[in-house]
């Protein structure tokens, strides 16, 4: 029995691959790594297949078309066979420390019959550009060590969200929910933290420093000229989340989780409207107006809850002095916390 499935989606990844798989192999054969090349045209094939012959028990590969990181999580959910499923971006790596304590923590449970729906470790943003580090930790969130539902969680920061890189979940569960992430889609990561949560009954918090997330390329998804670009794909990704879960429904059933969604929808529909603001162009400033009004038909009270909160009403200043200053509080936030 496999513990645990780490998906590892690449695409052109020949130049860093090798360290995130070497971290992962340190799991021992107790692990499956599923390396899913996109359709890369540099040597990214040649070395997984490497790794899956020298590694025959440890690591398969699967070659497709080019479908985009979307596609590349959902093969790996498709294929998974461990209890668990990470993904780990071919970018980034994990630590190895933490890695053989969350190994021992999922024996446990497995060998008890005590799995948990997810499991949360922390992350730590490793910033290229000025060779820094920037823990995100979630001890003021959840209780440490101890099963807990939803009822037990505290106040989240704006920098604790529950991201890919801090989430492991049972791979059962993940399939159950029906989540079928967009191909050829950028931001996707928000679907998968998002969709499944619903369904999350039981979770558990190591304070470990698991995940390690390379930041600062100048062609990473993150960077703030890629995401301009790209800001279709973002507003793309909010509409999905919109429309996959009924949130209000959530209010009087279990109402932190509803908290929870409703916080981090409000946090998309900022961001996107952000990055469109900072394109400077008239259409993207109408593509702004244009994604509130699909939120208000779709669901009216979920409008007004989203407009009004704090982080949503910065993006909403009126005029152009007001897109101004949304802009200039965005640059402020941006260097409080770091994000690209």
Known sequence: MKLITFAVPCYNSAEYMDHCIETLLTAGDEAEIILIDDGST???????????????????????????????????????????????????????DALKQVMDTLRT????????????????????????RHVVRYTHVFPENTVFGWEDVGRWSPSEYLLMHSVFYRTQMLRDCGMELPKHTFYVDNIFVYQPLPWVKTMYYMNLDFYRYFIGRQDQSVNESVMVRRVDQQVKITKIMLDCCDVMSLRSVNHKLYQYMCRYLSMMMTISSMFLLISGTEENYQEKQELWAYLKEKDIKLYRKMRYRSLSMFSNIPGYQGRKISVGLYRIAQKIYKFN
């Open 109 to 132: 449970w497995v060998s008890n019959g005590t799995e948990v729906d997810l499991l949360i470790c922390n992350y730590v943003y490793e910033h290229v550009l000025d060779n820094t």
């Open 42 to 96: 540099d040597g990214t094939p040649a070395i997984a297949d490497r790794y899956a012959q020298q590694y025959p028990d440890i690591v398969r590969v699967i070659h497709q078309p080019n479908g985009g990181h979307g596609e590349g999580v959902n093969q790996g959910v498709r294929h998974a066979a461990g209890v668990y499923y990470k993904v780990v971006d071919s970018d980034d790596w994990a630590d190895t």
